[in-house]
């Protein structure tokens, strides 16, 4: 089956800063990236996907790039504010099988 | 906004006994999810549905772990006897279609087995 890791397991960022956080897969198979924010006792959320047929995707201060040929993804947040201080989860999605699988997160802290 | 709805919230049971989750799909939405998330650690699939049947239910625990979508609609995940490795956050989670579109999850059932 699939496995995906994810890494840093924590991350400190000084406000301002850009935070990276990264993910390998292993099945060639998934061809849908998703990447979910929890925040503390709230429920994950969406927050930017990437499908195999493009290599990145931008929205505002959050982007992913995905080298599909190394079978890893990555987030990248610029401009980082205190609200984005978060666990952070990708994932790896088989769309045809219709199966995902989540890494295991990243608590991201950013300081004021 | 339309969102999952999940009860009960929190849930304190002994070991051996018996619990029960529910778990509210958005409206429309075809596929149903029930993850288990260990604190630390990513969710982790233990069954998916599609309408009324199960897809996927290679990590659940068949032994004391049962689940039904009778109508296709709502949910029901049932533990029993529960152990107290059980205690986790159980998440449900729907989408529109499977497994290729964005999983909109529930606030969870925190679950403490005494």
């Known amino acids: 089956g699939e496995n995906v890791e994810q890494h840093p397991s924590t991350l400190s960022v000084q406000e301002g800063d850009s935070a990276v956080i990264k993910c390998t897969y292993s099945d060639s198979a998934s061809n849908y990236f998703p990447w979910y924010k929890q925040e503390l006792g709230k429920r994950p959320q969406l927050i930017i996907d990437i499908r195999s047929n493009v290599g990145e995707k931008k929205d505002q201060r959050i982007a992913v790039t995905l080298n599909k040929t190394a079978k890893h993804f990555s987030l990248h947040i610029t401009e980082t504010q205190p609200e984005d201080s978060a666990v952070y989860f990708c994932a790896a999605s088989n769309t045809n099988a219709g199966k995902s699988t989540f890494g295991d997160g990243t608590t991201l802290t950013v300081k004021p | 906004e339309a969102e999952v709805a999940q009860s009960p919230r929190y849930k304190i049971t002994e070991k051996s006994q018996a619990v029960a989750f529910w778990c509210d799909p958005i409206?429309?939405?075809?596929?149903l999810y029930w993850y288990r998330q260990i604190l630390g650690q990513g969710p982790e699939l233990l069954v998916q549905f599609q309408d009324e049947s199960v897809v996927d239910d290679s990590q659940l625990p068949k032994d004391r772990f049962s689940a039904e979508r009778l109508k296709g609609v709502d949910s029901t995940l049932k533990i029993q006897p529960a152990e107290l490795g059980d205690s986790a956050m159980y998440l449900c989670a729907s989408s529109s279609d499977r497994g290729s579109d964005e999983q909109y999850f529930g606030p969870g059932t925190r679950l403490t087995v005494t």
């Open positions: 409206s429309g939405h075809a596929t």
